[in-house]
């Protein structure tokens, strides 16, 4: 059993950065490939941005290369999300994700077995 607990959501303005952080309890973070998806009002989650369980891949949607960066730290059982030049449509709660699914099957909601409660990202314009 993995617990996740996301922090560092707020409301920034258009340009601005974020850094998202993620915190799993367990000993056993270091064998996940860890994911961040968001949700907008009215919309289905959606893939983010994703990283292997020694951090040597990554992957990200279209909508956020260039400006988001995922990253881990094994020893503090946390995974980051960067997120600069921040724009209106990136509004939306950002949830964390542990899968055991390593590869493209990474960029799959389906794929991943734990979950965080959200944060909320609200970017004006």
């Known amino acids: 059993q993995v617990q996740l607990v996301e922090s560092g959501g707020g409301l920034v303005q258009a340009g601005g950065s974020l850094r998202l952080s993620c915190t799993a309890s367990?000993?056993?973070?270091?064998?996940?490939?860890m994911g961040w998806f968001r949700q907008a009002p009215g919309k289905d989650r959606e893939f983010v941005a994703a990283?292997?369980?020694?951090?040597?891949?990554?992957f990200y949607a279209d909508s956020v290369k260039g400006r988001f960066t995922i990253s881990r730290d094994n020893a503090k059982n946390t995974v980051y999300l960067q997120m600069n030049s921040l724009k209106p449509e990136d509004t939306a709660v950002y949830y964390c994700?542990?899968?055991?699914?390593?590869?493209?099957?990474?960029?799959?909601?389906?794929?991943?077995?734990?979950w965080g409660q959200g944060t909320q990202v609200t970017v004006s314009s």
């Open positions: 994700a542990a899968g055991s699914r390593g590869g493209w099957d990474m960029l799959l909601i389906s794929n991943y077995d734990y």
């Open positions: 367990g000993r056993t973070f270091s064998s996940y490939a």
């Open positions: 990283i292997s369980w020694n951090g040597d891949s990554t």
